[in-house]
C-alpha cells in the first residue's frame, strides 16, 4: 500500500509500507522513523521494550530502504495525524550515512546542487516534481483538447531564430555551422502548412554567461503555432492557456502548494482576462514610478519587476518596437515602429514567461526587414520558402516552463524548478 492511503484507515488496522527513512529520531524509549515514498511521509514509532526490533532500528540510517508492518494510532502530533505502531521490519539496505543533514541542507546552497541526485528526494523538490508533472500533463491535455498535434522539431539546427549571442555551437562531425536549438518555433511554422495548428514540449538551449534567478543553458519550452491566427486571438490563446494550467495545479497539487509554504490567493486570481498593458504605456508607467527608461529601450528583469508589482494578475505586455524584438516578428501595419508581439509577466515580481506575436508572413517584407537587420537572408532560405508557397497569417508563442513553474511554486530561482537544472558553471550531476 502506498503512504499516502495510510491516512484513509481507520486506527487499529494493520499495514504494510515500503519506502526510505526519512529522518530518525531516538529518545530514551522510543525510536521514530519518518518513512517515505513516492506518495509520502508518515511516522513509525518502535518500542525500546522491544529488544530485536530496535536494534535493527538502530542499525538503521537515513535513506535505508525498507518493509514495515503495524498498526495504525491517532497521532495529531504526528505528520498528517496518524502514525505506524510497528510490528516487523524487513530493511534491505542499511546504506551510509546520509551526506545531507539538518545542518547541510541549511549550508551553501551550492553543495545541494552537488547532490542534487540525493537532494530530489527531499520534501521541497518532491513537491515540485509533483507540481511539475501536473504542468506539462495540463499543457498536453489543454492543447490536445483542442486539436492542436504535439510536433517534434529538431534538436541540431543551422540558424539562430533568436539571435546568434545565445547559440550553443556544437561539435558535429566536420561541420562548423550546426548548433544546439534555441526555439522550435521555425519548425512549428512549417509544419503548420500540414496541421493547421501544432504544438511541441521540448528543450531549448541558450549559451547564457549570466547566471540569473530565471536563466538557464537548457530550458523546457512549450511552443505552439496556429494558421489563421491573428493578434487578439493569440492574447486570448494565452489568457486560456495559463488560466488552465494554474487551475489544474490549484485542483491536484493543494498538499504541495502547502509544503513550499506558497500562498495560493495570487494563483487562484489568475483568470481572463489578464492585465493588458502595451510597451507604450508601460513605459509611462516605469518612468512615472522614477525608472530610468525611455522609448525604444528594453524592458528588462528589473523593470519587469516594477510592472508586475503594479497588478495581481499576470500582465500581457504587447506592441513592443521592433529593435527590441527578432526580426519575424510581424510590424503592426497602423503603426510600422512597433510589432504585433506579446510577452507575458508573471505577477509578484517573477516576469516574462512567455514570448511570442505575429509573424511576418509577406515574402518581400520579411527579406527586406531581415537585410535590414543585418541578417542574411541565405542563412534562412528555407524558412523564406515558408512565404514563398502558400504563406497566410499566423502566430505562435513560447511558454518557458520552468519559469512558470517557478511562479507558480513561488521559488526564488528557476534551477529549483528544475530536477538537473544547467547554467553556465553547472554540467553535472
Ligand atoms: N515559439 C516562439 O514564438 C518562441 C520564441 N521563438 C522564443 O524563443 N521567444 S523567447 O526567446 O522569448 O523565449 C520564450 C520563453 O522561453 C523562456 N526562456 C527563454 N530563455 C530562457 C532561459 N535562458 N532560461 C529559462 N527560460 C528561458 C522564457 O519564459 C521566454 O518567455
Ligand atoms: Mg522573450
Redesign the pocket.
Known amino acids: 500500500m502506498s503512504i499516502k492511503d495510510v491516512f484513509n484507515l481507520s486506527e487499529g488496522t494493520e499495514v504494510t509500507v515500503r519506502g526510505w527513512i526519512y529522518r530518525k529520531r531516538e529518545l530514551r524509549d522510543k525510536i521514530f522513523l519518518v518513512v517515505r515514498d513516492g506518495s509520502g511521509i508518515v511516522q513509525a514509532v518502535i518500542n525500546k521494550s522491544d529488544q530485536d526490533l530496535s536494534s535493527i532500528a538502530s542499525k538503521l540510517n537515513v535513506e535505508s530502504s525498507l518493509v514495515l508492518t503495524g498498526v495504525i494510532k491517532r497521532e495529531p502530533r504526528a505528520p498528517g495525524g496518524a502514525e505506524i505502531h510497528v510490528k516487523s521490519i524487513n530493511w534491505y539496505y542499511a546504506g551510509y550515512a546520509f551526506p545531507i543533514n539538518e545542518d547541510a541542507a541549511k549550508a551553501d546552497s551550492e553543495y545541494l546542487f552537488d547532490v542534487r541526485h540525493l537532494w530530489i528526494r527531499s520534501r521541497k523538490m518532491w513537491a515540485v516534481l509533483r507540481v511539475r508533472h501536473t504542468v506539462f500533463g495540463a499543457i498536453h491535455e489543454f492543447f490536445r483538447s483542442r486539436g492542436y498535434y504535439e510536433v517534434q522539431g529538431p534538436m541540431f539546427v543551422s540558424a539562430a531564430?533568436?539571435g546568434g549571442s545565445?547559440l550553443f555551437p556544437v561539435k558535429y562531425f566536420d561541420r562548423e555551422d550546426v548548433y544546439l536549438t534555441?526555439?522550435?518555433?521555425f519548425y512549428?511554422e512549417v509544419l503548420i502548412y500540414a496541421l493547421e495548428r501544432v504544438y511541441t514540449i521540448a528543450p531549448?538551449f541558450?549559451a547564457?554567461p549570466s547566471r540569473t534567478r530565471?536563466?538557464?543553458?537548457e530550458?523546457w519550452?512549450a511552443?505552439?503555432?496556429e494558421a489563421w491566427l491573428q493578434f487578439d486571438g493569440l492574447l486570448n490563446l494565452l489568457e486560456d492557456l495559463i488560466t488552465y494550467i494554474v487551475n489544474k495545479v490549484l485542483e491536484e497539487r493543494q498538499d504541495e502548494l502547502k509544503l513550499l509554504n506558497r500562498d495560493a490567493k495570487v494563483l487562484e486570481n489568475v483568470k481572463p482576462p489578464f492585465q493588458r498593458v502595451s510597451y507604450d504605456e508601460a513605459i509611462n508607467i516605469l518612468q512615472s514610478k522614477g525608472v530610468g527608461i525611455k522609448w525604444g529601450d528594453d524592458i528588462g528583469a528589473d523593470e519587469e519587476r516594477v510592472l508586475t508589482l503594479q497588478f495581481d494578475k499576470p500582465i500581457l505586455l504587447h506592441h513592443f518596437p521592433e529593435q527590441i524584438k527578432?526580426f519575424y516578428h510581424r510590424n503592426d501595419p497602423s503603426r510600422p515602429e512597433t510589432t504585433l508581439s506579446v510577452?507575458?509577466l508573471a505577477p509578484e515580481g517573477y516576469g516574462?514567461?512567455?514570448?511570442?506575436?505575429e509573424r511576418i508572413y509577406d515574402y518581400e517584407e520579411l527579406i527586406s526587414k531581415i537585410k535590414r537587420f543585418g541578417l542574411k537572408p541565405e542563412d534562412y532560405d528555407w524558412y523564406l520558402d515558408l512565404r514563398r508557397y502558400g504563406s497566410v497569417p499566423h502566430a505562435?508563442?513560447?511558454?518557458?516552463i520552468?519559469?512558470?513553474i517557478m511562479w507558480i511554486c513561488g521559488l526564488e530561482h528557476?534551477r529549483d524548478a528544475v530536477p538537473f537544472p544547467r547554467d553556465i558553471r553547472r554540467i553535472k550531476p
Do not use: Y
Open positions: 531564430v533568436e545565445t534555441q526555439s522550435s518555433q512549428l531549448s541558450r547564457e530565471r536563466h538557464l543553458t530550458f519550452h511552443e505552439a503555432e527578432a510577452d507575458v516574462e514567461i512567455v514570448g511570442g506575436g505562435g508563442f513560447g511558454l518557458g520552468d519559469r512558470l528557476i
